[in-house]
């Protein structure tokens, strides 16, 4: 049976089932054109997803060992969901741009692919002479354009359906469905490297080596010929004496120390855990070091004192006191208290009870209480206004007097020192010779020149009471340590290890799994429809497929003998052999317009 179709105003075709469409001949180069299509769409995706696993494998940084959990940071830990590797973060993201930049122009050879499956549709549908499901020529004017991959023609088909009167036909479907999918996955794929371009940056990760053996001597022990020093009845050997004789005499070690001066020790003040405390620290240490040690370290409270002790002013020079029993007198320039200590800014009485009232030569109490005396000339510091109303502090003509209540506590500090601060601390309380030897320092020349200090600094600093309590707590529980420093020697550290800085690009894996899954994807996609279309047997449409172009339609129009079998398209056109027609577009006798050609 063979079917009359009008082509043309002025010609007609008759369409063979048996013959269309031909199994040799006519325009060639079907299997070059997929295998270059295939090329395109496969190759290069799968050169990008390879180059970015080889640099994830051959790049990889791995932690070198788990750190000591005592001495670990939370950046120690290994983040599940990022990558590590040790290559530039812009040449990374570099790299993995190629992908969204490859991926622009793909689009227009998943076309190519798909033009052999639509020409050999548009082929299936005149052989079975399912006429009303071939484009009209409107439809078949949006087939060329979305044949050419432009993303206007999506446009112009959502506009066509504002006024369409005939449904789609099966071949602009199948057109538009593949156009708009390999859009969607460049798309996609474009906002994924995108992601990854934004998540992507170089950062500073610390590797870390354990040391079975620790090497540094970074903690403070006390010295252990010392033992038993709190016990008056026992006989301390030579060492310890001469020690002891050391610090008592004139020594200027605590000034150094608390002035962190020293060579071996320094006062370091931290608050950690809602724990507030001075401890004495190596005067330096090495800054890849991180370790774990024993030492000294001392907190205290003050408090303002002075309605306590009920003090009051007994001439213009002159004001007494009375906060206990075995603490009460006369304040005065000069030493009139016994078994005080003072400076000519104040005194200072160490007790071991909360009321003041007991003392003892070998103080081993925890905490002990000191009962401080501040005692100035109008000369030596100027009072702020609100600290000559506060009720705490009495003012005279020539004498400014307040009086603190100080609880000190000394300790044993067991700390972890990582990445150039304190991570991890436990206080336990010392034992009875470290604070026998704590409580002597008020015996010290140097201590009650510093102890002078801190009463005068802090009186001209602070605006009440209550501030010039505070930073006096926080400066003597430095004086504390510092004063005790020499009965203490460096110790090997408990544990230790070593920290190194390494520059690294943090590669997130979630934006990389889904840029490499998508770009798997297209190509998966890619294999299937190449295969689909070499099983298709596409060099039988190959003629067809060439003719789904504007230059396709430009010969059947301008051309004569555009129907004729050629190897190549440019054959339908009479300009490569002996000349041609020009094309222009002319008005018609009625007014409209048309297309104009001549030879």
């Known amino acids: 049976m063979s079917v009359n179709r009008t082509i043309s105003k002025d010609s007609t075709i008759t369409i063979s089932p048996d013959s269309l469409p031909p199994k040799q001949g006519g325009v060639n180069g079907a299997r ?223 000034y150094l120390v608390v002035n962190n001066l020293s060579d071996t020790y320094q006062v370091r003040q931290e608050a950690l855990n809602d724990k507030a405390f001075s401890y004495l620290a190596p005067a330096s240490s090495p800054a890849n070091i991180d370790y774990q040690a024993h030492t000294l370290a001392a907190s205290s409270h003050c408090e303002p004192y002075t309605q306590q002790c009920n003090v009051h002013t007994l001439n213009e020079t002159t004001s007494i006191f009375n906060c206990s029993d075995n603490f009460h007198g006369t304040m005065t320039e000069g030493d009139a208290l016994k078994g005080t200590a003072c400076s000519s800014e104040g005194c200072m009485k160490l007790f071991t009870d909360a009321d003041l009232n007991h003392t003892a030569n070998m103080n081993t109490a925890t905490p002990f209480y000191a009962g401080v005396i501040g005692n100035f000339h109008p000369t030596q510091v100027t009072l702020d206004s609100t600290l000559t109303n506060d009720s705490q502090v009495i003012v005279n003509k020539n004498q400014w007097v307040f009086m603190l209540r100080c609880a000190v506590r000394v300790q044993d500090l067991t700390y972890s020192f990582v990445n150039g601060s304190m991570t991890a601390a436990e206080l336990s309380p010392a034992n009875d010779d470290v604070r026998a030897m704590s409580s002597r320092f008020p015996r010290l020349d140097t201590v009650l020149i510093e102890l002078g200090n801190m009463l005068q600094v802090a009186t001209a600093v602070s605006n009440t009471s209550q501030e010039i309590a505070d930073y006096y707590s926080t400066s003597l529980e430095a004086l504390t340590i510092a004063s005790t420093a020499n009965f203490f020697k460096p110790s090997r550290c408990l544990k230790e290890q070593l920290r190194e800085t390494v520059l690294v690009t943090r590669v997130p894996k979630i934006p990389l799994f889904l840029l490499g899954s998508l770009c798997l994807l297209f190509v998966a996609l890619s294999m299937a429809l190449t295969g689909t279309v070499m099983l298709e047997r596409p060099t039988r449409y190959r003629d067809i497929q060439a003719r789904l172009s504007v230059f396709g339609l430009a010969a059947s129009r301008f051309e004569a003998g555009a129907g004729r079998r050629v190897s190549d398209m440019e054959d339908l056109f009479g300009e490569k052999r002996v000349g041609s027609s020009r094309v222009g577009i002319t008005m018609t006798p009625d007014g409209g317009w048309d297309y104009f050609s001549e030879v």
Not at 38 to 47: D, E, G, N, R, S
Not at 84 to 102: E, G, K, Y
Not at 207 to 224: A, C, E, K, Y
């Open 32 to 254: 070059r054109l997929i295998a270059w299509a295939a090329f395109v769409t496969i190759v290069p995706l799968l050169l990008v997803v390879g180059v970015i696993v080889y640099i994830l494998i051959h790049y990889h940084v791995p932690r070198k060992a788990d750190a000591k959990p005592t001495l670990r940071l939370p950046s120690d830990q290994d983040d599940p969901s990022v990558f590590l590797v040790d290559i530039d973060s812009a040449r990374f993201v570099t790299i993995s741009s190629v992908a969204s930049t490859v991926v622009a122009l793909l689009p227009g050879f998943i076309m190519i692919l798909c033009s052999f499956r639509l020409a050999k549709k548009l082929s299936d549908t005149m052989q079975e002479d399912r006429i009303a499901q071939l484009p009209t020529p409107y439809q078949f004017g949006l087939l060329i354009e979305v044949m050419n991959s432009q993303l206007v023609s999506l446009w112009d088909l959502i506009c066509y359906s504002r006024w369409k009167k005939i449904a789609l036909s099966p071949v602009l479907r199948m057109a538009v469905g593949s156009l708009v999918v390999s859009l969607l996955l460049s798309y996609a794929i474009w906002v994924a490297d995108t992601w990854l371009h934004i998540v992507t940056e170089a950062t500073v990760i610390s590797q870390v080596t354990p040391m079975d053996t620790p090497n540094h001597s970074l903690g403070f022990d006390f010295f252990s010929e010392c033992a038993g020093v709190h016990d008056d009845t026992k006989q301390l050997p030579d060492i310890c004496v001469r020690l002891i004789y050391a610090v008592v005499d004139r020594s200027a070690q605590p």
